[in-house]
């Protein structure tokens, strides 16, 4: 196992990684916690693999324990299912000594944290991610959102979980696109802040899964991720190059609809188009973008997407269909594992590169440009 300290402003969590450690980690956190009550927040198709597993670690230590269990999906995560789980709390009679567990992915993740921090404006929650993505992304830093049909995770808040145990053993039921969905995720950190993990999981095949190998690289990408957070908590400034990818990322889900694609595979894409994006500006160079296309296209898949037009890329990349503005902060990069925040990009040059793009990587973007 190995554990890393997330260290913020008048409080801290671990974040602890490894095969077969929930059972021996998870009681000791709950009863540091002195509740009487445990909401686990989590979704049906992990209720069905692992029933009332969360409820079966803790009991027996006098604790009372309710599951809300939701529908699975990105699709999903939305106001009418974050009610869902307030209604749930009101019903278990819950109050601001409530432990609330999010069991599940990125979206549950982001739901139970967002519902941590408004109701009875806050209750403590731990994070118990089962998805690759969740273990290196939304796990760790605490930002919190549901979707809006305009805007992806643009309803939100920050939120610091008191803790999270990453069990390797529950990838095992993960199916092989969730898998290479959070490998991409884990690739980001490297590819935006450290060219040794680049190089690192640049050497080794995720599949069939190899947790030692799993176990350090999600620990070197936590500490990345946690570094910064512990920088910049409320993404005010380097925080924000976390969000490499994710401008054309956060289009693809949205324009695509919803959970038609997982996150890492947008993202995963969008990257590519930044990476590209950034050599076509001469920041970065031939070797790095070589580098970076290369791993990127083992591993990609073909997007398809609706027909799009210039109008419809500026309002999708601004979130606003009546805003004036020309330019966004663009994630870019100056070399493999160092990024960027570009100041002011150029709405109308994102559209002529993306153009370009599209004409270029037919094998992984498939979309009618007009």
């Known amino acids: 196992m190995k554990t890393l300290k997330v260290k913020l402003p008048g409080r801290d969590y671990d974040i602890d ?33 692992y029933p009332d597993y969360i409820s079966s670690i803790i009991n027996g230590y006098g604790i009372r324990v309710a599951s809300c269990v939701l529908p699975d999906g990105e699709q999903y995560k939305n106001m009418d299912t974050l009610s869902k789980i307030f209604d749930f709390l009101m019903a ?20 139970a944290g967002f519902a941590a921090a408004t109701f009875f404006r806050g209750i403590p929650f731990i994070q118990i991610p089962t998805t690759l993505l969740a273990n290196v992304d939304s796990s760790v830093g605490g930002k919190t ?11 939100g808040s920050f939120k610091q979980p008191e803790y999270v145990c990453i069990e390797l053993s529950l990838l095992k039921t993960l199916p092989s696109r969730e898998l ?30 190899d947790f030692e190998f799993l176990e350090e ?18 993404e005010t400034g380097i925080r924000a190059t976390l969000n490499f990818g994710h401008t054309l990322g956060h289009l693809i889900e949205n324009h ?17 188009y930044a990476a590209f994006v950034s050599w076509r500006s001469n920041k970065l160079i031939e070797d790095d973008w070589r580098r970076i296309k290369i791993f990127l ?19 999708m990349i601004l979130h606003d269909k009546k805003s004036q503005k020309q330019s966004i902060n663009f994630i870019m990069l100056s070399k493999l594992g160092v990024s960027y925040i570009s100041k002011e990009t150029s709405v109308d040059m994102l559209w002529k590169e993306f153009k370009e793009f599209v004409e ?5 973007i498939e979309i009618e440009v007009r």
């Open 17 to 49: 990684i490894g095969e077969n450690i929930l059972h021996k980690q998870l009681p000791n956190v709950v009863l540091k916690k002195n509740t009487d009550l445990v909401v686990v927040v989590t979704n049906e198709t992990l209720h069905d693999l």
């Open 92 to 111: 278990v009679s819950a109050n601001r000594t409530t432990l609330l567990i999010a069991f599940g992915g990125g979206v549950i993740g982001d739901m």
């Open 145 to 155: 959102a549901v979707n809006h049909p305009l805007g992806k995770n643009t309803i």
């Open 180 to 209: 290479k969905a959070g490998f991409i995720e884990l690739l980001k950190h490297g590819i935006i802040h450290d060219e040794t993990l680049f190089d690192f999981v640049e050497s080794f095949s995720l599949e069939p899964l």
């Open 217 to 234: 690289a999600i620990f070197r990408s936590c500490i990345i991720k946690g570094s910064i957070v512990e920088k910049d908590e409320t």
């Open 256 to 272: 695509a609809g919803y959970g038609k694609y997982l996150h890492g595979e947008a993202v995963g894409l969008g990257m590519f």
């Open 297 to 315: 296209s083992k591993i990609l898949i073909t997007i398809k997407l609706p027909p799009i037009d210039q109008k419809l890329f500026r309002e």
């Open 360 to 364: 270029i990587f037919t094998d992984f």
